[in-house]
């Protein structure tokens, strides 16, 4: 299918934006965020149906994002594809998987495979066929069926828009057809040494994802074997407050809600070793991806 080549509508600049669209922008995809800023009663209504499903669908987020990449190969959305294929291997997807939404030969477990077949009978025919409709409710319920219609309707919309209006892909982003190449955890180096072996105190981590990573500070503080304490984003500005949490010896568990500038909860397990902090981190609707951390020394340890 044609798409455009060049920018027709050129991205608001940040600093042109207001503080709420700045955030989303941050989140992630912002030059799709920086074009929609030009409709802003647009982009909060389909934003809203949006966040829905990504975040609080009852799809996994495995399926859903291969139902998004396959979207984005039936449309030759390159934008699509760029964006969602991180999204995918956080999800659970393989590097194969993703390759494999390319090939009409490509075997899939009949779950999987009764989703794709409706993607591309959506695509082609905007109807499910009765086999595959069968076939989908062998396994899911009316609920998810129906979530799957409306999932390729957004996606099949936001190709449209993406492509005629030549939002373009970032330098080092995945083309379309191509799996993410996943992003190498990066060493830690902890010095001086603060002489603490528990998880209480101030923590520098990073959490890495194949679309960029991102850095935070995370508050710990353990009463027993409850966690309390905050996460703040560096980059947004935004305080996020732990909800729920447990520790046992060095390993902890806890639950963070974010509100701000959208809702979804993260996830976060992790084990302490002296000044080093590993664990990975659920985005619920997004996937599981890798944080490590070291403490925060102050000068006088």
Request: hydrophobic fraction near 45%; proline fraction near 8%.
């Amino acid at each position: 299918m044609p798409h455009a080549t060049i920018p027709r509508i050129p991205p608001l600049e940040l600093d042109e934006m207001d503080p709420d669209q700045q955030k989303l922008a941050k989140l992630g995809a912002e030059t799709v965020i920086q074009v929609l800023a030009r409709a802003p009663e647009v982009m909060q209504a389909s934003g809203a149906l949006g966040a829905y499903l990504l975040s609080q669908g009852k799809l996994h987020p495995r399926i859903r994002e291969l139902a998004i990449l396959r979207v984005a190969l039936r449309c030759d959305a390159p934008y699509e594809w760029a964006n969602h294929a991180p999204a995918a291997l956080g999800g659970g997807a393989t590097e194969a998987e993703i390759a494999a939404l390319s090939d009409p030969d490509a075997s899939w477990p009949p779950e999987d495979d009764a989703v794709l077949r409706a993607v591309d009978e959506l695509c082609a025919n905007v109807f499910v066929s009765d086999e595959t409709w069968a076939a989908l409710a062998a396994t899911r319920d009316h609920a998810e069926i129906i979530e799957i219609l409306f999932l390729v309707g957004y996606y099949r919309m936001m190709a449209g828009f993406l492509n005629s209006a030549g939002v373009p892909v970032k330098p080092g982003q995945p083309a379309l057809g191509d799996p993410p190449v996943p992003v190498a955890v990066a060493s830690q180096q902890v010095w001086p040494a603060s002489g603490e072996t528990g998880p209480d105190g101030s923590w520098k981590i990073t959490f890495t994802h194949p679309a960029g990573s991102k850095d935070l500070l995370l508050e710990l503080a353990t009463d027993g074997t409850k966690v309390s304490g905050s996460i703040f984003d560096t980059q947004l500005k935004v305080t996020v407050p732990i909800v729920s949490g447990t520790v046992d010896g060095q390993e902890v568990a806890f639950t963070a809600l974010v509100t701000d500038p959208a809702r979804f909860e993260v996830s976060v397990t992790g084990t302490v070793d002296g000044d080093l902090f590993s664990g990975s981190v659920t985005v619920s609707g997004g996937g599981t991806f890798p944080l490590t951390g070291v403490r925060e020394v102050s000068p006088s340890n």
